[in-house]
């Protein structure tokens, strides 16, 4: 009875052809996905253009009672009392539109297309493209001391989406096209499209993989092509040329900067949500709390009319060092207690262009008695350093701030700050200024990206080999007198071959084990065999050149606990089961916590002679 109870064991031939492992996972679906992706970022570049424009002529109507697009800034108007009413106004308009039109408004844009990406498989309301860029212009055009790449970013990826569903696409390919869409907003806002792919990649994709990343970078470059038809094309922000290494002094006096700006951002985070947490205590429908958060607006404008709107033109004054002491203290106290009350209200505007101009007042502030550098560097550093350490995303931090002022020269205080101001908020915040809104809403993201071991793992590296293995023509007596189960209980499946060991089917434990529960009468079918029956399919095999990832991911697809490894010519080589998928993690999460001195030192030395004696 025992003669087919064997182990396993072979010589590998050639992996298959099918499931052979590379570098990336990419197909020829890049390619559509790509041309789609250009298209989005043209149209992203038009809707920047429109934002910016609408944004306008809401300053124009509410602050001087006039039709023009034209640029304008709030700090101009001489409203005197009625400044408290213009922005309360834009705060209920914006209250209306999200209570009857969608609530996705609400917030500065990037947490609700990240929530898009998690939980709606990037599908975003048509509504929703129409009303955020509508409500962001009315609540920054009304006084709201917003930014506008947060509904832009929301906008573009709204548009990116809406493209994505009217054609047959996977959830996936949709969030390509959203975050396409999102990188092409933010790229024609502010003449950045290297920084765009990297927000793209560190906030939004949830992977770095030539599928996304591709697409969303010829988005990105497309609406920085076209940006230059519809914006200017000079730096935003231009600065004053810096020179090449400031000193040993001035590498500390950045570090001074990089931890300034991780504590204001963690105050400023906490800020943030404990208005919010205000707000929610009030016994009033959340429509009427941008109102409220309107009138905290303009008691800001009467005490410092420079808090109001976008505020481009102090970060361009902040950034040439000559600042005045006003500016600086206005930025920092006014600027951000009424940035932080609004935007826990729900109102609609984004977080970008306040985080830079708060940074660069820090950086002001500090020029003054740091050593290193001249006063128009620590500005620029801290607007990075800000940036990187609020939102989690350092590698943005640098290469935006190198794209909008064009000055190379900063780098290596800029890399510094950014660093260690991302280092500090991570350490002391479990969550950052955007995932702590998903958070609250019961979802969580992780943002730490890392290769999947499964994917480093070939099946022929883990499959079990030492196994049981049915004949196809064995009986369940002959099963019950080899006492399989005692044997092989740690087994999950059972491979079923034929004569030449060519794989026939699988059995699981469980479904084997009912088997041999069967009636033991002559008429049943204990008695003959029965394991010829079951069918074999090619979703029940894999090959030992595939990686422990396309058997994972096999195996969720077919709904099996267990796979069959098998040769070309279908010989059974060993399986593969949930068990050696977690033996894999299992070897993973070893060597990322087992600790152990691979190296000792021994310092060589000669022991004294005893003093010998004299006779």
């Not at 300034?260 to 963690?266: F, K, P, R, T, W």
């Not at 020029?367 to 550093?381: C, R, T, Y």
């Not at 020269?409 to 998903?438: D, M």
């Amino acid at each position: 009875m025992n003669h087919w109870l064997e182990t396993v064991g072979h010589r590998f031939r050639e992996p298959l052809r099918e499931g052979v492992p590379g570098d990336f996972t990419t197909s020829l679906r890049l390619l559509p996905i790509s041309g789609l992706a250009l298209i989005v970022g043209i149209i992203g570049a038009f809707l920047a253009w429109t934002l910016l424009k609408l944004i306008a002529f809401f300053t124009n109507l509410f602050f001087y009672q006039r039709l023009s697009d034209n640029s304008a800034g709030p700090a101009d108007a001489h409203l005197g009392l009625w400044l408290l009413v213009v922005p309360v106004i834009g705060g209920l308009l914006v209250g209306l539109m999200a209570r009857y039109g969608s609530d996705k408004i609400r917030g500065h844009g990037i947490p609700e297309a990240i929530e898009s990406i998690l939980i709606n498989g990037s599908r975003v309301q048509p509504r929703v493209a129409v009303l955020k860029p509508l409500s962001s212009a009315i609540s920054i055009g009304s006084g709201g001391p917003f930014g506008a790449e947060g509904p832009i970013i929301m906008t573009g990826g709204a548009v990116g989406s809406l493209i994505s569903q009217m054609l047959k696409l996977s959830a996936t390919e949709r969030k390509t096209l959203l975050v396409a869409g999102a990188a092409a907003g933010m790229s024609a806002t502010f003449a950045a499209p290297v920084a765009a792919v990297l927000l793209a990649v560190e906030l939004l994709l949830f992977e770095w993989k030539p599928r996304s990343l591709i697409p969303v970078a010829i988005a990105s470059a497309a609406a920085a092509a076209t940006r230059h038809w519809l914006l200017p094309a000079s730096p935003l922000f231009p600065v004053p040329p810096h020179s090449e290494f400031v000193g040993l002094l001035g590498l500390f006096s950045a570090v001074i900067v990089g931890l300034s700006a991780g504590v204001l951002s963690a105050v400023l985070t906490g800020a943030v949500y404990g208005a919010e947490d205000a707000f929610h205590r009030l016994p009033i429908h959340w429509m009427w709390w941008p109102a409220l958060g309107g009138l905290a607006i303009g008691v800001g404008g009467l005490i410092f009319p420079e808090a109001l709107g976008v505020g481009y033109s102090n970060i361009a004054i902040l950034l040439t060092g000559t600042a005045p002491t006003r500016i600086i203290l206005g930025v920092l106290l006014v600027k951000s207690a009424i940035w932080a009350i609004s935007l826990g209200s729900g109102t609609s505007g984004g977080v970008l262009a306040p985080l830079l101009m708060i940074g660069a007042s820090v950086g002001a502030l500090e020029a003054g008695f740091l050593p290193g550098g001249d006063a128009s560097l620590w500005p620029i550093i801290g607007l990075g350093a800000m940036l990187g350490g609020t939102m989690r995303a350092p590698l943005t931090g640098v290469i935006f701030v190198l794209e909008l002022t064009h000055d190379s020269a900063i780098l290596l205080p800029l890399l510094i700050a950014v660093v260690i101001a991302h280092g500090f908020t991570v350490l002391l915040l479990r969550r950052s200024i955007l995932t702590e809104k998903l958070s609250r809403r019961g979802h969580h993201l992780a943002q730490e990206y890392g290769v999947d071991v499964l994917e480093g793992t070939l099946v022929r590296q883990a499959m079990r080999t030492d196994l049981v293995a049915i004949p196809a023509g064995a009986s369940l007596a002959e099963i019950a007198g080899v006492r399989l189960m005692d044997l092989y209980e740690d087994q999950d499946a059972y491979p079923i071959v034929d004569a030449d060991r060519e794989f026939v089917g699988i059995i699981t434990a469980g479904n084997l084990a009912r088997l041999s529960l069967a009636s033991d009468s002559p008429e049943s079918p204990s008695h003959r065999g029965v394991f010829g029956d079951i069918p074999a399919s090619k979703l029940d095999t894999i090959g030992p050149g595939a990686t422990m990832r396309e058997a994972a991911d096999r195996m969720a697809s077919v709904g099996a606990s267990a796979l069959a490894v098998v040769d070309e010519s279908g010989r059974l080589l060993g399986l593969v089961s949930v068990r050696e998928l977690l033996a894999v993690r299992s070897r993973a999460f070893e060597l990322e916590t087992y600790q152990e001195r691979v190296i000792t030192l021994r310092i060589p030395f000669t022991r004294a002679a005893a003093p010998t004696s004299s006779p």
